[in-house]
């Protein structure tokens, strides 16, 4: 029954990729008007070769030979011309169409929330675009075109058998039985292996890509050898599946290979019997048999393109598990541009669970920051303060409630503009495989060099001058060749190259020595004066850039006022901030 269910619904998601070919049909019709053409002239040799036997090589005629000898050359030079044609154009749409495919899948995990991507593993996202990609191009570039091919070479040459002697004709057409039979046993089995097997590669791919991006931990605590037996097992895993399909497919390739080989037996031995009674010529046996031979290559390779078809489709069940995920976080239709804004932003009864989770993170949260003042928000670790500063620029949406900016929802902003509006600078900072500047102008594409520098000097990462090409130095993946002070610096001067109205900083200076963080709090209290900020803080130190602190336990505010104000009367807070200290002092 499930089986049956995975089978519909793969030939659904694989029909609904039907779009994709539409700008190739041409060139698709194409390729199968050159694909019959080549076989239609193939078949036509069989009965060319019925002719001479029965004709010039019977009657003793040279002349004849020769007009029927070039007949069939010019015939295999056609064909050969159809295949060279087919061959040629086949590849260039099929990958036109998987680079399209592609497009479209990262465009659309772009356009996914933030919490699709916390659910989903990497390593599976990435064999989505490339191996389950690679295994739709094979199927769109050979499988349909040939299943198609071959069914139609089937009826064809099975309606000339029958015309040329039915008894025999209709035994081949018999044969199709067992084919049937065995293709229906193949594909349900085939088809959970297909699955199986993919989804293996995708965890395979997680792995690798976990381990490139944690390798100075795992070497750190000398586990490469634990990591390599955990990577053995999935390796393994999939290596057993993928012998699995592959003995699948090779069983089912025998059955395939032996009905046309033992029909072919059968109608040497009844031929030859009819041609002894006299109802059936040598030359038409000739004919029959080499039309009957032109049916193994279609049969044998039917099983190939059955199980091609299978991965193609639950390859197509996979994409479409991240191309039907609905993009949550959009723009309403009505929604508006931000506009010019003066930076109040306000938490309106706020509450927040994350998708999945029956708890909320963030219970009623009522707090307001004025334009242009700073907010600190302090509490202890894991009682939501990332969580709260992410709702701003909309990462995630409010379960109930809503934020407020300058009186107007969020939710009715336009995402794009929302974003221009609030600039933020998170703990991990995320440097791209790109130039700095290039990663420095992800927010603001237009700023200049001097604006660029300018930001550089507020965070104090002027050691970008140092580096070997500066600002066209490109800083690798997740920007690993720099220190994680480095990185951090970088991302705070990205958050405030742009001069956003709206500043969230999620503790942007933890990585830094006590030195430099001082020397980036002295430049920070400038930008910070005229802008709107929300300031995670884990260090006592840096509450100092803050006008008002709100004090966060267990996802509600429980205190806000001036620094001094809850060191006098708040206990919780003074015990929040001697344990962030002894942290600090520790580090
Ligand atoms: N993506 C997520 N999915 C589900 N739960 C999450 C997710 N991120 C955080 N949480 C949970 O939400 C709670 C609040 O996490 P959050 O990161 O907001 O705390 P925090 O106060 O910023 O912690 P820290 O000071 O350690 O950075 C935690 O219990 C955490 O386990």
Redesign the pocket.
């Known amino acids: 029954m499930r089986t049956k269910r995975d089978h519909q619904s793969g030939v659904r998601n694989l029909w609904r990729l039907r779009r994709y070919l539409r700008p190739y049909r041409l060139q698709f019709a194409g390729l199968v008007l050159a694909a019959l053409g080549g076989t239609a002239v193939g078949i036509a040799v069989p009965l060319v070769i019925r002719r001479v036997v029965d004709g010039p090589i019977a009657h003793r005629d040279p002349h004849g030979l020769i007009a029927l000898g070039a007949l069939a050359l010019l015939l295999g030079v056609t064909e050969a011309a159809l295949t060279f044609i087919r061959r040629w154009s086949q590849s260039s749409q099929a990958l036109g169409m998987e680079a399209t495919i592609r497009q479209d899948l990262y465009a659309h995990l772009q356009r996914l929330p933030v919490?699709f991507h916390?659910r989903w593993q990497s390593g599976q996202l990435l064999a989505r675009a490339t191996a389950d990609l690679s295994v739709i191009r094979r199927f769109l570039s050979f499988g349909l075109l040939f299943l198609f091919v071959n069914l139609t070479t089937y009826a064809v040459v099975v309606a000339l058998l029958i015309r040329l002697h039915w008894p025999l004709g209709l035994l081949v057409a018999g044969s199709a039985v067992p084919l049937v039979v065995v293709s229906r046993r193949f594909t349900r089995t085939y088809l959970r292996t297909s699955r199986r097997m993919q989804d293996e590669q995708g965890d395979l791919a997680t792995q690798v890509e976990e381990t490139a991006r944690g390798l100075r931990t795992v070497k750190s605590f000398g586990r490469q050898a634990f990591m390599s037996r955990q990577f053995g097992a999935g390796a393994d895993r999939l290596r057993n599946t993928a012998v699995d399909k592959g003995r699948q497919l090779a069983g089912t390739s025998a059955q395939f290979d032996l009905v046309p080989n033992l029909t072919l037996a059968a109608v040497l031995v009844l031929g030859a019997v009819e041609v002894a009674a006299g109802r059936l010529t040598i030359g038409e046996l000739v004919a029959f048999v080499t039309l009957q031979l032109m049916l193994i290559w279609p049969i044998e390779s039917l099983g190939w393109i059955i199980g091609n078809a299978q991965e193609a489709m639950t390859a197509s069940d996979r994409i479409h598990e991240v191309l039907d995920a609905p993009p949550s976080i959009v723009d309403k239709p009505d929604a508006r541009a931000a506009g010019p804004v003066a930076g109040e932003v306000r938490f309106d009864d706020v509450w927040f669970s994350?998708p999945g989770?029956a708890t909320p993170?963030l219970r009623g949260i009522c707090l307001t920051v004025r334009p242009g003042e700073t907010l600190a928000l302090v509490?202890?670790?894991?009682?939501?303060?990332?969580?709260?500063v992410s709702l701003v620029p909309r990462l995630y949406d409010v379960t109930a409630g809503r934020i407020t900016l300058d009186g107007h929802d969020v939710r009715d902003l336009r995402l794009d503009s929302l974003r221009e509006v609030v600039g933020v600078a998170f703990?991990e900072p995320t440097l791209f495989s790109m130039s700095v500047r290039e990663n420095l102008a992800l927010g603001r594409t237009d700023a200049t060099d001097d604006e660029i520098h300018e930001a550089l000097a507020l965070a104090q990462a002027d050691f970008v001058d140092d580096l070997p090409w500066g600002l066209d130095t490109r800083v690798g993946e997740q920007g690993l060749s720099l220190s994680g002070g480095q990185r951090q610096r970088l991302a705070l001067a990205r958050a405030i190259l742009s001069r956003p109205r709206v500043l969230v900083l999620?503790?942007p200076l933890s990585a830094l020595d006590v030195h430099t963080e001082a020397l980036v709090e002295k430049a920070l209290a400038g930008v910070l004066a005229d802008t709107t900020a929300l300031l995670?803080v884990?260090r006592p130190s840096t509450i100092a850039l803050a006008d008002r602190v709100a004090l966060?336990a267990d996802g509600e505010i429980v205190a806000t006022g001036t620094h001094s104000e809850l060191l006098a009367t708040v206990p919780a807070y003074r015990a929040v901030l001697s344990e962030a200290a002894e942290i600090a002092d520790a580090a």
Do not use: I, N, R, W
């Not at 509490?379 to 709260?388: A, S």
């Open positions: 919490a916390d994350y989770s993170v509490g202890t670790t894991g009682c939501g303060k990332t969580t709260l703990e999620d503790d995670v884990h966060l």
